[in-house]
């Protein structure tokens, strides 16, 4: 069936450094991707998504580009905050019409 | 705008009750989708309702049940609560069936005892 994989945390990291989490992916057919963001103690927040191959989606400084060839989408962003540390999910949205979520990678910055 | 709101927050129970969840959508959104939150098995989408019939169900035991009312507000039930039911219930809503859904809640955090 289809499924996410996502690289393990936590991640620590310094304010400005770059940031990237990996994210693969196996599904039938076309799915589209997301990326969400939980802070503590709330639900889940839309990052960013893309529909189709080789499209990127971005919001806030992140960005992931929809790669079918290797299908991966990764998060990126150039310089995280502190304000960053959440924990980020990887999903597909799929053609059985449900989110499909990887295990999530916890992200800490320090100051 | 409000957002999809959940109630309550936060529930304790015993093994053996039952525990009912609230979830009301965004204005005008018509699906609702439940996704159960665990340490161990991550996120997993629970079911899907629209115009008050469920379109889409997960892998979970007939213990878990839904309903969705004419205003799209949503209920899900777990009768007979096992320990492994802790866990933060997520609801998302969306426009349409068949949307992807990109609005949740904050969640119901239940604790079983």
């Known amino acids: 069936g289809d499924s996410v994989t996502q690289m393990e945390g936590p991640v620590t990291l310094s304010e400005e450094a770059f940031l990237t989490i990996n994210c693969t992916y196996t599904?039938?057919?076309?799915?589209?991707l997301f990326w969400y963001v939980q802070y503590p103690g709330e639900g889940l927040q839309l990052l960013l998504k893309?529909?189709?191959?080789?499209d990127k989606g971005s919001n806030k400084g992140f960005e992931a580009t929809y790669r079918k060839e290797t299908t991966s989408f990764h998060l990126e962003k150039g310089s995280v905050q502190v304000s960053d540390s959440a924990v980020y999910f990887c999903?597909?949205?799929?053609?059985?019409?449900?989110?499909?979520f990887g295990q999530g990678t916890e992200l800490s910055v320090k100051p | 705008k409000a957002g999809v709101t959940q109630t309550p927050r936060y529930l304790i129970k015993t093994r053996g009750q039952q525990v009912t969840l609230s979830c009301s959508p965004i204005?005008?959104?018509?699906?609702v989708s439940w996704y159960q939150q665990t340490p161990g098995q991550g996120l997993q989408f629970l079911f899907e309702?629209?115009?008050?019939?469920?379109?889409n169900k997960g892998n979970f035991p007939g213990r878990f049940s839904g309903r969705q009312f004419s205003n799209s507000r949503s209920e899900m039930n777990v009768s007979t609560l096992e320990l492994g039911d802790s866990a933060l219930y997520l609801c998302?809503?969306?426009?349409?069936?068949?949307?992807?859904?990109?609005?949740f809640g904050d969640g119901t955090r239940l604790s079983i005892l």
């Open positions: 204005s005008g959104h018509r699906s």
């Open positions: 893309a529909t189709k191959a080789d």
């Open positions: 599904a039938t057919g076309y799915p589209s």
């Open positions: 309702y629209f115009s008050e019939t469920q379109r």
């Open positions: 999903a597909l949205y799929n053609q059985g019409g449900k989110l499909i």
């Open positions: 998302a809503s969306s426009l349409n069936w068949g949307d992807q859904p990109q609005h």
